[in-house]
């Protein structure tokens, strides 16, 4: 399997959402969600769902010959979030994070670790997180994952 460096980070960034324990790897139910996020009839017929947690390595070999056409990562955060915002207000409470990350397999965050979360997110001091908080805070965890400093 060769990747891109794009590919590559792309795909680290996608696997990180998805395993927010750093557990090294990814439920079949979580990736399946994640092909849902893509929304790519074209990737998702061409991918044969698994039955067994995934590691970084099968997730990137999954997908590497099959993500042409996929989203950008911003396009498929935003999709993310839209998942995450059950009530379509265009903000993420603190409900909603951590119902999204129970969802995907992340029980180890207190209720107060999710509020912290959202507390350090929330630019605008509404207790929410709106759409362009969130892609900042996904982006500057693509950074993170890129080795890049980041304040």
């Known amino acids: 399997m ?8 792309e ?3 996608a696997f990180a959402l998805f395993d927010p324990t750093n557990s ?9 969600d994640f092909l849902a996020l893509l929304n790519n009839p074209e990737l998702t ?10 590691n ?6 999954l997908l590497s010959n ?13 999709a993310f979030f839209k998942t995450i915002n059950k009530d379509a207000s265009g903000n993420v409470s603190s409900a909603e994070l951590r119902s999204a990350l129970q969802h995907f397999g992340n029980n180890a965050l207190s ?5 912290e979360i959202v507390h350090e997110a929330d630019v605008s001091g509404d ?23 980041v304040l």
Do not use: N, W
């Not at 970084?56 to 070999?61: L, P, R, T």
């Open 56 to 61: 970084y390595e099968a997730f990137a070999a």
């Open 66 to 78: 099959k993500h042409k056409g996929a989203q950008t990562s911003d396009e498929a955060y935003e």
């Open 11 to 13: 795909f680290k960034e």
């Open 2 to 9: 060769s990747l891109t460096r794009a590919q590559e980070i």
């Open 111 to 115: 209720e107060a670790d999710v509020d």
């Open 45 to 54: 017929s061409k991918v044969t769902l698994p039955t067994q947690p995934l």
């Open 24 to 32: 090294g790897t990814i439920q079949p139910k979580a990736f399946s």
């Open 127 to 149: 207790g929410r997180i709106c759409l362009e908080e969130f892609l900042k805070i996904m982006q500057k965890s693509g950074q993170k994952l890129r080795g890049e400093h």
